[in-house]
């Protein structure tokens, strides 16, 4: 079965201080590692898809990088609007079914102004 | 907005009662997913469905189920609810089975 560890589970930034989320995975056959973010109450908001290893994607402030065990999400200089849930899934081979997301619980990220 | 749409926003209902879930996938997706977010269990994947068949299952309880319509939306039925059915219940698309899927806003549903 896949897993997913999302490491710290809350972390606390002062504006302008750089900082990395770890997503370790445990798949048979991966067929993808995904970085969403949330608000409180809403719905996952895409932002990476990552497929092998040595991939590299970025997108303002942020990063995601791939290894083959593990997926890191880099914030460089965040802001207080980076403050959010950042949730890691992969999909997979295992079990048959490659349709379904295997998410990890999250990383709470707080930014101070 | 990602433009998959949920209704209702919030439910509040009794425990034993019956409720229904309904999600809209964006224009052009074929595949509509459901997943169940709990404090303690985190996002775990329920059903999906591609062009109106079902394409695999997860962690659904036997009191729950989903159908997709012609029309592309889909229901997720929830029955016999219980306290700890209480959750927020999240619809995604896709454009087929491998593609990136989108999430919705949302259902918070309260089970008093």
């Known amino acids: 079965e896949d897993q997913v560890t999302q490491s710290p589970e809350a972390l606390r930034l002062q504006e302008g201080e750089s900082s990395s989320l770890n997503c370790s995975y445990t798949?048979?056959?991966?067929?993808?590692l995904f970085w969403y973010r949330q608000d409180p109450g809403k719905g996952p908001e895409f932002l990476f898809t990552?497929?092998?290893a040595g991939e590299e994607k970025e997108k303002e402030r942020l990063k995601a990088t791939l290894t083959k065990k593990e997926s890191f999400l880099h914030i460089t200089a965040p802001k207080p609007e980076d403050s959010a849930t950042y949730l890691c899934?992969?999909?997979?081979?295992?079990?048959?079914?490659?349709?379904?997301?295997?998410f990890g619980k999250g990383t709470l990220l707080t930014v101070n102004p | 907005d990602s433009g998959v749409t949920q209704t209702p926003k919030h439910l509040i209902t009794a425990t034993g009662q019956r409720v229904t879930l309904r999600c809209s996938p964006r224009?052009?997706?074929?595949?509509v997913y459901w997943y169940q977010q709990s404090l303690d269990q985190g996002l775990q994947f329920l059903i999906q469905y591609y062009n109106g068949e079902e394409r695999a299952k997860g962690n659904i309880l036997e009191r729950f189920s989903a159908q997709q319509f012609p029309d592309l939306h889909s229901e997720l039925n929830l029955s016999s609810l219980e306290l700890g059915d209480s959750a927020l219940y999240f619809c995604?698309?896709?454009?087929?089975?491998?593609?990136?899927?989108?999430f919705g806003p949302g259902t918070r549903l309260l089970v008093l």
């Open positions: 899934a992969v999909r997979s081979n295992s079990g048959g079914s490659n349709y379904k997301l295997t």
């Open positions: 798949v048979s056959g991966l067929r993808g």
């Open positions: 224009s052009g997706d074929l595949s």
């Open positions: 995604a698309s896709s454009v087929g089975t491998q593609e990136t899927q989108y």
């Open positions: 990552l497929y092998s």
